[in-house]
């Protein structure tokens, strides 16, 4: 037998061991080789192209998505804005938009110069007193606008204002509409890129409590037309168009992108580390994603007038309309990591073999010391192993797409749930039981 043979023999030799070992730990069998039909120089730029380019469309995906539920989807919307009517800053920023639209339509500063000039002209106002009235002007307009003030401010913090602002905002899924292709309608409106809620309802529901409580001048308050901007900035005809497009392929690109990755992970030589790169990959681009909002953030707020919009109500209204993105972003993330764990510990060799090799010892251990007896149900999860591997992990991936917008805290949930499901297959298998015709080294 010549040298060559005798290498020949040791290098199969070796691989059987390898493939032995694998099977009575549960690992994934070793990586494919040039006999197997996987070799080609070919095989590693373009797995290397399709990972890059389905980690792009990744947050491509999150993106498109997230604005045509916003778009499509009026509870959806009204879920978002909802919450914006208990945010003190907005609450804020409404009672003073809605205190000056009544102070300016009352003329209440001119009102009372024209009061106190003329009870100043009266005969029986005392000679001192009469050049002093009108010095009264100011500290009286500055009274009646704190009393208008403290009266918008009970409507504005009322339950009844939070009700009329989800109302208003029913049909807020125009608001989104707006924000993308430009339109308007009645509530929300379009100009000078800004998009603005009508808040002439509040004007009338302050104007009645003003009377209410005695301040009859609040009755020559006329019909307004008031707004609040919710949303401003110079690029919103470029966000427009980018939006314009992603919504329209909001159903495309994760199909693409899951098509990209998938065709990676098949055409790879080694498919597991493919797969560790796939979840890599996407978990960076969510990464990038989440720092991207985080940098355009105090960009749109520098570049929102302070006079149109107040800084920290801007804020919260950012941070409320992207609420569901990043929830999205982050439950792709934690999908994208528990990939690339699942790869990493399907490894043949190293620290995730050794890993792997570890829990199913302690699976192993702690079955013996249940007293768990080997019986039907033992030998069948035993016999049908892999089958029950692959339906835990089928349920939990329909689990998580059942959900219509799983967060973070969900997939998370199901990953826990599933490794747990995992562990309890272990458990119930026991350790794998050779095979009567395999060699014993």
Not at 192 to 202: G, H, K, L, T, Y
Not at 235 to 259: H, M, N, Y
Not at 321 to 326: D, P, T
Not at 361 to 386: K, L
């Amino acid at each position: 037998m010549s040298e060559n043979e005798v290498e020949r023999l040791r290098a199969e030799v070796a691989a059987l061991r390898q493939q032995l070992a694998a099977e009575q730990t549960g690992a994934a069998p070793p990586p494919p080789s040039a006999r197997d039909g996987r070799s080609g120089w070919w095989r590693t730029p373009l797995v290397a192209v399709l990972v890059l380019l389905g980690a792009l469309l990744a947050p491509l995906s999150v993106v498109a998505t997230w604005a045509h539920d916003e778009i499509g989807d009026t509870d959806r919307y009204v879920e978002t804005v909802a919450p914006l009517a208990s945010e003190p800053a907005v609450q804020n920023a409404l009672t003073t938009l809605v205190t000056d639209v009544i102070v300016t339509q009352l003329k209440v500063d001119e009102v009372t110069r024209e009061a106190l000039d003329a009870l100043a002209q009266q005969a029986f106002v005392p000679p001192r007193a009469a050049p002093l009235l009108p010095a009264l002007a100011s500290p009286l307009t500055d009274a009646v606008e704190n009393f208008v003030r403290d009266t918008v401010a009970r409507v504005v913090r009322s339950d009844t204002f939070e009700e009329a602002w989800v109302t208003a905002n029913r049909e807020a899924h125009d608001q989104a509409v707006a924000v993308l292709t430009g339109s308007s309608s009645s509530q929300i409106q379009v100009s000078d890129n800004a998009v603005s809620v009508n808040v002439a309802s509040f004007v009338e529901a302050a104007k009645q409590l003003l009377v209410d409580r005695g301040f009859a001048l609040a009755e020559r308050i006329p019909e307004v037309d008031a707004t609040f901007v919710l949303f401003q900035s110079d690029d919103i005809g470029k966000a427009q168009t980018w939006f314009s497009w992603l919504e329209t392929a909001s159903r495309v690109l994760p199909i693409l992108a899951l098509a990209l990755l998938a065709t990676a992970v098949l055409v790879a030589h080694d498919r597991r580390r493919a797969l560790l790169a796939v979840g890599v990959c996407v978990a960076l681009a969510m990464v990038l994603l989440g720092l991207v909002l985080n940098i355009v953030r105090p960009l749109y707020l520098d570049a929102v007038p302070t006079d149109v919009l107040p800084t920290d109500a801007a804020a919260a209204i950012y941070d409320q309309l992207v609420l569901f993105l990043r929830t999205a972003l982050r439950a792709v993330l934690v999908v994208a990591l528990a990939v690339a764990a699942t790869a990493f510990l399907l490894a043949p060799t190293g620290a995730g073999a050794a890993l792997r090799t570890g829990v199913v010892g302690a699976a192993g251990r702690m079955r013996e010391r249940s007293g768990i007896a080997r019986g039907p149900v033992s030998t069948f999860v035993a016999t049908y192993r892999t089958f029950a591997r692959v339906s835990v992990v089928a349920l939990g991936v329909l689990a998580y797409v059942a959900l219509d917008h799983p967060s973070g805290g969900d997939a998370l949930v199901i990953v826990v749930l599933v490794v747990v499901g995992l562990v309890v297959v272990e458990l119930v298998a026991g350790p794998r039981q050779p095979d009567p015709g395999s060699p014993v080294s």
